[in-house]
């Protein structure tokens, strides 16, 4: 499955560069020239990596990942600036990001960095347990689902179903997304059994956690 990446850059020539470049190394690129847009397609797909430049018009960099840290969305984001100064570097960094990339930049650097984070499972938890209310944990590390600390039973693709959730947190996730994370490559996906995993989570859950966007797929929320 390829990693789908989120490409603000204001500059059309870099833009471009570095498009072709991620998408020539097995990558899948969306490009954006603004924040706004940016704000927008947040919304509209799931990512797995942001690039963001700063000085870019309508919503800087620093702005938008904020502002999406606020709205609960955990994508790991690297920052593309000119900027070099200490003050622009902390700002970076308490904005929410993973991390900082000069310009210029070699693009072979990028793809170094890009693939390091994305070796990670989850970002911006500070513990391998995750909180879904105060009753509902799950241990990233362990791959399993307590609640009111008794381990509950989950079958290998409701446990991994529950992951990409918790990966994309107060995102919709496609159910083309999940089908590639949840059936192998021989597999056939089953759009019957998929229901019943999602079945058997919201009894765990509950319902209202795990909402069904018409056409689109699913979005998980968590308190």
Known sequence: MRAKILLLEDDLTLNETVSEFLEENGFEVSSVYDGEEASDIIYEKNFDIFLLDVNV???NGFELLKQKRKDGITTPAIYITSLDSIDSLEDGYKSGCDDYIRKPFALKEL???????LKREFFHENSSKIEIDKHIEYDADLNLLFVDKKEVQLSSKESLLLKLFLQHSN???SHEVIYEHLWQ???????SSLRTYIKNLRKIIG???IVSIKKLG???TQE
Do not use: M
């Open 185 to 191: 490559y021989e597999e056939t996906p089953s759009e």
């Open 218 to 220: 699913y979005r998980f």
């Open 57 to 59: 018009p309508h919503i």
């Open 171 to 173: 995102e919709v996730v």
């Open 111 to 117: 793809i170094f960095r890009i693939e390091s984070i």
């Open 207 to 209: 319902k209202d956690r």
